[in-house]
Structure formats: C-alpha cells, structure tokens
T-cell receptor
Framework: DTEVTQTPKHLVMGMTNKKSLKCEQH?????MYWYKQKAKKPPELMFV???????INESVPSRFSPECPNSSLLNLHLHALQPEDSALYLC????????????FGSGTRLTVV | SQELEQSPQSLIVQEGKNLTINCTSS?????LYWYKQKYGEGLIFLMM?????EEKSHEKITAKLDEKKQQSSLHITASQPSHAGIYLC???????????FGAGTQVVVTP
C-alpha cells in the first residue's frame, strides 16, 4: 500500500459545527503532516507529527485540533470554523526527516458556510 | 517567508513543444521534490532529487538539481494535453524535515 487516504473528500459545515478530517497510511511512515491550500496558492504547512507526537504547529488557530491516535492515523478536529477556513486540506506522510519522500493524499475540500 | 522561488508563474505551450520550469532557493536544499496537481486535487509525486548534479527522468519529464543544490529545473519534452496542470517544487530547507513549496507553475497545453 503506497497511498495516503483522506476522508471525506468533500465536507460542508456550518460555523457552529464540529467535524473531523481523517487521514490514513499503511506505509510505515512515522511522520505525518497537515497542509492547508487555498485556491491558486501552494500548500501551507499546519502541523507535523513525528512518532505520534506533535513536533511542529505553525501557529494554527485553536479551532483546528490535530490528533495522532496511532502511527497510521492522523485526524484534524474542526470546531467553530470561519468561512475563510474553506480550503483544500491535504495530509502527507514520510519517514521521519523526510529523506525518502513525501506522499500526499488527495485532500478534503472543506467549505464553511 | 517564501524560500523557494518558482518560475515562471504560468506557461502556455503548444502541444508537442518543450517547456522548462525553474525552482531556486537561497539556501542549500536537503531534498528537492517535484509534484503535479490538477486544480482542487491532491499532489502527484513526480520526482525527488537529493544529490548535487543529480538528474532523473520519467517518461517525458526530466528534473535536474544543480551542483550547489540550490536550483532545480523540470523539463518536459514534446508536451501533451496530459501534462497540463500545476507543477510545484517542494523542499526541505533544514535538516529537521520542515517542508515548503514554491508558488507553483500553471501549465496550459494548447492544441
């Protein structure tokens, strides 16, 4: 298995809702990442987990809450989002240090209404 | 701050013609990656370069990393409609693994 699977592919949520994005990989990668991509912009790093521990938080608002319950799973919990949070959310994984390569998922297209 | 400069921003090329995209950093790169993205979709890994002077090819796409490991180019030979999309370079700019992207190059292939 050489894929990163993200679910759901599309999500529409209200500003008072609580939802979660899910990311799964079975490549034995011990580093996992969340990126946010706005239209016509490159992906921007949000969080990095290494060995299931949060190692980088790029000053992301607390309405985004990451969780790494095991080495194969990465979640992003969403609460009280704003319309400007609408974007494509990409998950990636790699060996720790990223010396072999980063594999990206297809993303979740999030729309906040 | 944007540490990877990618050029051009967009490119319109006639089918069958060649094209080149450049990616430049002011810092030594610990690994340079090329990805392709269709609008609104995930990233497709193309190639990774690590060693100075390294060159890799896959089908009609060739990527090179210069000796100083600060500049890379992606060259597509005899472009086809399937080559249309957004090409992103990405790199680790520190040994820790933090990964950043260039701004992307939109490629349009016309008949």
């Amino acid at each position: 298995d050489t894929e990163v699977t993200q679910t759901p592919k599309h999500l529409v949520m209200g500003m008072t809702n609580k939802k979660s994005l899910k990311c799964e990989q079975h490549m034995g990668h011990r580093a996992m990442y969340w990126y946010k991509q706005k239209a016509k912009k490159p992906p921007e790093l949000m969080f990095v987990y290494s060995y299931e521990k949060l190692s980088i938080n790029e000053s992301v608002p607390s309405r985004f809450s990451p969780e790494c319950p095991n080495s194969s799973l990465l979640n992003l919990h969403l609460h009280a989002l704003q319309p400007e949070d609408s974007a494509l959310y990409l998950c990636a994984s790699s060996q720790v240090g990223g010396n072999i390569g980063y594999t990206f998922g297809s993303g979740t297209r999030l729309t906040v209404v | 701050s944007q540490e990877l400069e990618q050029s051009p921003q967009s490119l319109i090329v006639q089918e069958g013609k060649n094209l080149t995209i450049n990616c430049t950093s002011s810092k030594t790169l610990y690994g340079l990656y090329w990805y392709k993205q269709k609008y609104g979709e995930g990233l497709i890994f193309l190639m990774m370069l690590q060693k100075g002077g390294e060159e890799k090819s896959h089908e009609k796409i060739t990527a090179k990393l210069d000796e100083k490991k600060q500049q890379s180019s992606l060259h597509i030979t005899a472009s086809q409609p399937s080559h249309a999309g957004i090409y992103l370079c990405g790199a680790k700019t520190d040994s820790w693994g933090k990964f950043q992207f260039g701004a992307g190059t939109q490629v349009v292939v016309t008949p």
